[in-house]
Nanobody, 123 residues
Framework: QVQVAESGGGLVQSGGSLRLSCAAS????????VAWFRQAPGTEREVVSY????????YYSESVKGRFTISRGNNRNTVYLQMNSLKPEDTGVYYC????????????????WGQGTQVTVSS
């Protein structure tokens, strides 16, 4: 029903910035929480950030707090993740995910997933 697709990944040097985008199609994100997860090789998928429908509630993992900013576009169907001061440990596949209702850091609670976009931070 709802499809999400990520874009904006790439290769960046340590200390650089990238902005990831998550766009919905098929249905709107009305009432949905949108989250970003990432997965490095050999590791479990972990939450990075999430934002609720209004944008008033946001969450950041401790490792990215102060460096990353999540936001919604004007049409509410696009969510951005601005990543600044990138570190090599930020490297991984970044996934956009959505669920109806309040935010959670639990992977299994999200119903809709993008295919991921690779972020590589070189040292």
């Amino acid at each position: 029903q709802v499809q999400v697709a990520e874009s904006g990944g790439g290769l960046v040097q340590s200390g650089g910035s990238l902005r990831l985008s998550c766009a919905a199609s098929g249905r709107t994100f009305s009432g949905y929480t949108v989250a970003w997860f990432r997965q490095a090789p050999g590791t479990e998928r972990e939450v990075v950030s999430y934002i609720n429908w209004s944008g008033r509630i946001t969450y950041y993992s401790e490792s990215v707090k102060g460096r990353f900013t999540i936001s919604r576009g004007n049409n509410r169907n696009t969510v951005y993740l601005q990543m600044n001061s990138l570190k090599p440990e930020d490297t991984g596949v970044y996934y956009c995910a959505a669920r109806y209702g309040i935010g959670t850091t639990v992977v299994a609670e999200y119903d809709y997933w993008g295919q991921g976009t690779q972020v590589t931070v070189s040292s």
